[in-house]
């Protein structure tokens, strides 16, 4: 058996989870041998993964979202770097939760990628979203050596929104270890930077943007782009357009600039992980998150590990808090069947509250049901 399942938001992270359903499977089978691979696609819970496969932990003290100093974490295992965004930058570094979706900025996630490089890491895994940003990547560019000028002469203010007044940007001073790396972005969104499926128009409401704060922050990062043409050419146009480009608030547009390849972050992070090796000792395969929704076909954790798992031609099962695809679209998605807590538990808060308890016993039924 092989537990590859992401977290369930908001109640169990993607190691709680593969630890309940494992208690739960030998609960019903004494002795059955459970292989757990915590498993993410890019967003936050990816270095908690990196660091249950293996790799270890390394914390630094970075700049948050508004300024604040946060200890942040990355994963490193030999040469290769598994850095989170979101550990910076991520909506739960708001101090005191309040949103700030035009001042918020990703110069920590910048921060941290220097502390990657300073470990000796030669591969970056750089895994974006649940930001709190939408700054199109500038403060990150700016921690790593980038400069953002006023017509005044002096730096812009952080924050998506003050790119509006962005005369220059020198590009220059980025950190040269950059160039000698791979970087890999790994997201499980392929939206532009700018328009009406770029990063402000549909994750800008998330952050707190009103309808007129998206039209600034959309405008700003618009007149961000153009400004950077001149320091790196028509490659700062194309980039935008590029997908990734507006995951994590558009911090993927930076980090295209300086180099990163887009890939899905669940095929990043399989790869990573050791997913293949540990598929080809399972039999079956357990995967899930907190929802089974039409968002969980575009891209995110359970997907990617079922596509994989069928391709080996190993069976699928899922676990989820709620369900809401029907079993067609499970099917075309590799999955057997999918078990909902809420099969057990109909209120949503208990379930939320009782998460652990209710995935053991779900996991018991999938023993019975696959493994009897």
Known sequence: MLVAADKFKGSLTAVEVAERV???????????EVEALPVADGGDGTVAA???????RREVRV???????????FALRGDTAVVEMAEASGLQRLPGGVLAPLTASTYGSGELLTAALDAGARTLVFGVGGSATTDGGAGMLAALGARFLKADGEPVAPGGAALAELASADLSGLDPRLGEVEFVLAS???NPLTGPKGAPAVYGPQKGAS???VR?????LAHFVKVLEEPSGAGATGFAASPGAGAAGGIGY???????RFRPGIEVMLDVLGFA???ERAGLVVTGEGSLDEQTLHGKAPAGVAAAARAAGKEVVAVCGRLALPPEALGRAGIRRAYALTDLEPDVATCIAEAGPLLERTAERIARDFLS
């Open 63 to 73: 700049t948050g979202p508004l300024g604040d100093g946060v200890t942040a974490a």
């Open 50 to 56: 990196a660091v249950a496969a293996g790799f270890d």
């Open 188 to 190: 499980d969104v392929d």
């Open 254 to 260: 930076g980090a295209l600039l300086l180099g990163a």
């Open 277 to 279: 090796p540990a598929l």
């Open 211 to 213: 309808p007129e704060d």
């Open 22 to 32: 494992t208690a739960g499977l030998r609960r019903a089978v004494p002795g059955l």
């Open 216 to 220: 600034r922050l959309d405008a700003a």
